[in-house]
């Protein structure tokens, strides 16, 4: 399978708690993205990296969240100290090249919960 | 308000129905708008991608944008069961990386 690989697939951990998730881009994709999507909701952006450099974090990210893209190649997203309102849908997509409007390919997520 | 307004349904329809699906959005500057099919506990997986203004037609799916009226569409022919998913529109400002969505309609196509 050459998608995008999102790895743990589901995450339950204890309120308090860090969380790491790894995300596997595209062969040669060098546009990442993290967003998160709540039950009911669309997902909504959280950052951006192009190859390793981290371009653009929305204000979702709050300090409890750092995304690292270290050889531009696969992410890690972490959370740190948990809240049962981090529960959620947690997406990685990758996009190709630089050229402007290229399809975004989304992983299959995953999925946490804060108990 | 939100950027992108699209009505969660549900909606439900008879197989080999017409459906049609919708969302609106305020900001002008969108150039790049996607129709996204969701699978339940699944990532999203493109359908429809348009740039600007006009239709789109892959198969038995059309999009359309009206930029004038900051309303885009996707229709699906002879709906088919398999079709049953939560639908999501996404669009995008030029120059920018993020993808804004709707909210998503959620559609079931009954045999």
């Known amino acids: 399978d050459t998608g995008v690989s999102q790895d743990p697939r589901h995450k339950i951990t204890k309120r308090g708690q860090n969380v790491t998730f790894r995300c596997d881009p595209i062969s040669e994709h060098n546009r990442l993205y993290w967003y998160r999507q709540t039950l009911g909701q669309g997902p909504e952006f959280l950052t951006y990296f192009q190859n390793e450099a981290q371009l653009e974090k929305s204000r979702l990210l709050s300090d409890r969240f750092s995304a690292e893209r270290p050889k531009g190649s696969f992410s890690t997203l972490e959370i740190q100290r948990t809240e049962q309102g981090d529960s959620a849908m947690y997406l990685c997509?990758?996009?190709?090249?630089?050229?402007?409007?290229?399809?975004?390919?989304f992983g299959q997520g995953t999925r946490l919960t804060v108990v | 308000q939100k950027e992108v307004e699209q009505d969660p349904g549900p909606l439900s329809v008879p197989e080999g129905a017409i459906v049609s699906l919708n969302c609106t959005y305020s900001?002008?500057?969108?150039?790049?708008f996607m129709w996204y099919r969701q699978y339940s506990r699944k990532g999203p997986e493109l359908l429809m991608y348009?740039?600007?203004?006009g239709n789109k037609e892959d198969g038995r799916f059309t999009a359309q944008v009206d930029k004038s009226s900051k309303y885009i569409s996707l229709f699906i022919r002879d709906s088919q069961p398999s079709d049953s998913a939560t639908y999501l529109c996404?669009?995008?400002?030029?120059?920018?990386?993020?993808?804004?969505f709707g909210q998503g309609t959620r559609l079931t196509i009954n045999p």
């Open positions: 996404a669009m995008s400002v030029q120059g920018a990386q993020k993808l804004v």
């Open positions: 900001n002008s500057a969108f150039q790049y």
């Open positions: 348009t740039y600007s203004s």
């Open positions: 997509a990758s996009r190709p090249g630089l050229r402007e409007g290229s399809e975004a390919f």
